[in-house]
Structure formats: C-alpha cells, structure tokens
C-alpha cells in the first residue's frame, strides 16, 4: 500500500509539473515546442511507472484518473479565463475607437467637412474611416455609430456627407432606431434588426437586407392631408430598387404602397407586410391585378 501511495504521488507531482505554466493553445512556435516535450514527458511517466510496477489495468486506471481530471480541469478553466479577459480586452477596445472616431469626426465637420467636394480627400478619409470602424464594432455599437451619423445630417439621403455604400451593418441592432430619409444605399444589412426603426423616404437601393428583421417597421408615412393644400399628402417611401430581401420578415411593416417592392432584387422567402410569405403574396397581386 505504501508503494502505491508513493508512486501515486510521484506521478502527481510529475504532472502537476509537467502541466502547470504555459497557456494552452500555444501561440508560437516555441510554446508548441515546449508542449510537444511536455507530451513526452508525460508519455515517458506512464511507461516508466508500467514496467516498474506490475499492477492490473483498473490499478492503473485509479492511478492515472486524478492526474487527467486535474489536467482536464486546468485546460477547461485556462481557456474560459482566456475568452473571458479576450472579450473584455476586445470591448475595451471596440470603445476607446468608438470615442477616437466621434473625436475625430467632430474636429473634421467643425473644420468645414460639410463644404467639401465629394471626392476630397477629406470626405474620403472620413468614409475610410466611417467604413473601417463599422468593421470592428459589435451590433449594438454600430447602432451608436449609426445613430449619430443620421443624427449629425452626415447620411442625409441625396448629397450624404458620407456615404455608407459596402457599410458592415451585419446583424446591427437598429431596433426603434430613426432612419428617416437616411442614404443606405448598397449597405450589408444582412440579418440586421430594424424592427419598429423608421425607414420612411430612406434610400436602401442596392443595400443587402437578406434575412433582416422589418417587424412592425415604418416602410413609408402615412398618406396624410396637406396643411396647405387640403388634398392628400404624397407618401414617402423607402427606396428599395435593386435591394435584396431574400427571407427578410416585414411582418405588419406600415406605410407599404402599391409597387414599392416592383424593383427589388430578390424577395426570395420573404414574409411580406400582411404575413404572407412572397410566392403567395405574389399570386394575390397578379390576381388583383
């Protein structure tokens, strides 16, 4: 009993060790060398243990379970302790470009941004810059992002300031957000969530809005009487020439009119504003027709 207890022991102690140090996976090529020799070691235990003690296969199994539950353990733990501090060094991060950016971008339009030609090369570092920082923010951030951008005139839909044309809105949450008369034109939006958002008169012509969420979203304003004329107000639609909607829910989208949809790209498995899907929403118009 004693000479289990101790081999036992030095077994433990070899792999505890062996084990503890370096972060797993390894990263560079040195890291993976010492992992490979670590290996070696611990295969080089086990043998060595074999021929000296001659013990049953369940002996064995005892001898060896502490050791790789202890490794295990380590390993799971290591690598949430490491996404962990991952994430939090990348949120870090997405914030302190999110501020540089609104100072950045501040300085550029007090410095006449506004009045530049489209093609300076003032408005294009700023797109650049627009652009890059889409890329590396999460949804809620590009949300942030957004919102004052449309806030601060910049995407106004016409002559935008800057313009959002191959913009990263995958998966943005836009929710209840106001895009009013925004130029989104030829924006990835695939997945984005605008539900309750206003996109009345926005421009989202060739924009990406495959699988997107349009519940209960403002697609247009309300026909409406003129203060002035007293006759009926023109509505104010989203643009949506050449965009696909492939599989996008606009599940009870208000302020729809008649051919707003004539120009899309695709509307593939979309459900359309009456909660039909768009196969059969097509037959009823085609019967209507």
Request: neutral net charge; glycine residues 8%.
């Amino acid at each position: 009993m004693e000479e289990t207890r101790s081999a036992r022991q030095r077994a433990l102690q070899l792999l505890k060790a062996t084990l503890t140090g370096l972060e797993w996976p390894p990263t560079t090529e040195f890291q993976r060398l010492v992992w490979a020799i670590r290996l070696a070691v611990i295969i080089g235990i086990v043998i060595l243990i074999v021929s000296a003690v001659d013990k049953p296969l369940w002996d064995w199994l005892d001898l060896l379970i502490v050791p790789v539950v202890l490794a295990l353990g380590g390993y799971l733990f290591t690598r949430s302790e490491n996404r962990r501090r991952q994430q939090i060094e990348e949120q870090r991060a997405q914030q302190t470009a999110l501020q540089a950016y609104l100072e950045q971008i501040t300085e550029l339009v007090r410095g006449g941004l506004r009045e530049e030609d489209p093609l300076s090369p003032l408005r294009l570092l700023a797109r650049g810059r627009t652009l890059s920082l889409f890329w590396q923010l999460d949804p809620k951030r590009k949300r942030a992002l957004l919102q004052m951008l449309h806030e601060a005139g910049l995407i106004g839909k016409g002559t935008p300031v800057i313009g959002l044309s191959g913009a990263d809105l995958r998966e943005a949450y836009l929710r209840e957000l106001n895009l009013k008369d925004a130029d989104l034109t030829g924006a990835d939006m695939k997945g984005a969530n605008l539900e309750r958002a206003d996109l009345s008169g926005a421009d989202l012509r060739g924009a990406d809005l495959r699988h997107a969420k349009l519940v209960w979203t403002r697609l247009g304003t309300a026909r409406t009487i003129d203060a002035l004329t007293g006759e009926l107000a023109s509505p104010n639609p989203a643009n949506f020439s050449n965009t696909d909607l492939s599989y996008t829910d606009m599940s009870w989208a208000t302020g729809v009119i008649e051919g707003q949809f004539d120009k899309c790209k695709s509307l593939e498995g979309a459900t359309m504003p009456d909660g039909q899907k768009y196969e059969d929403w097509l037959k009823g118009k085609e019967s209507r027709r």
